[in-house]
């Protein structure tokens, strides 16, 4: 595999559970996410979370990873959103069933339908690296505090 650069993309196998359906598509030159669209329509009823089939199963190469996130007008058209934030698609999850699911959670007090074709998310390839750790017995920096701490003005041991 060559390594991409501004004139040459990443070199990426994929297929299509439904080759009726369009590949995913960069919508503009300077997108860095590309579309993924449902295979089937897909009721989700208020409240619940639903698995919504992106059509594809994505060899993501070494050193990468997929993540996956809702399109920024899915909560204001649809009134969906992804529960847990974002999807990370690993470089081992290409096998021959593992189509990109994409979880949405319905947030209004109806039904919502998503349809056949419909763009539901978009997916970013994330250059990551593997951590080794070096394991130590003590913390040789002093605590900036505990969770959400930052920017208020106290540490820990102030509480």
């Given amino acids: 595999m060559t390594a991409p650069g501004p004139e040459l993309p990443l070199a990426v196998r994929?297929?299509?559970?439904?080759?009726?359906?369009?590949?995913?598509?960069?919508?503009?030159?300077?997108?860095?996410?590309?579309?993924?669209?449902?295979?089937?329509?897909?009721?989700?009823?208020?409240?619940?979370?639903?698995?919504?089939?992106?059509?594809?199963?994505?060899?993501?190469?070494?050193?990468?990873?997929?993540?996956?996130?809702?399109?920024?007008?899915?909560?204001g058209?649809?009134?969906?959103?992804?529960?847990?934030?974002?999807?990370?698609?690993?470089?081992?999850?290409?096998?021959?069933s593992d189509e990109i699911l994409v979880q949405v959670y319905n947030f209004t007090a109806a039904a919502v339908t998503v349809g056949r074709g419909e763009k539901i998310a978009q997916g970013v390839f994330v250059r990551v690296d593997r951590a080794r750790w070096d394991e130590t017995d003590f913390a040789a920096r002093p605590s900036r505090g505990g969770f959400g701490s930052t920017g208020t003005g106290t540490i820990a041991s102030d509480r």
Avoid: W
């Fill in 14 to 75: 994929i297929a299509r559970v439904d080759a009726t359906l369009p590949l995913p598509a960069y919508e503009t030159a300077g997108a860095v996410g590309f579309d993924l669209l449902a295979r089937v329509a897909t009721t989700v009823a208020a409240g619940a979370v639903a698995r919504i089939p992106a059509n594809v199963i994505v060899e993501t190469p070494p050193g990468y990873m997929l993540l996956v996130a809702a399109r920024s007008s899915l909560p």
């Fill in 77 to 96: 058209r649809k009134g969906l959103s992804v529960p847990h934030g974002i999807g990370v698609i690993d470089q081992d999850y290409c096998g021959a």
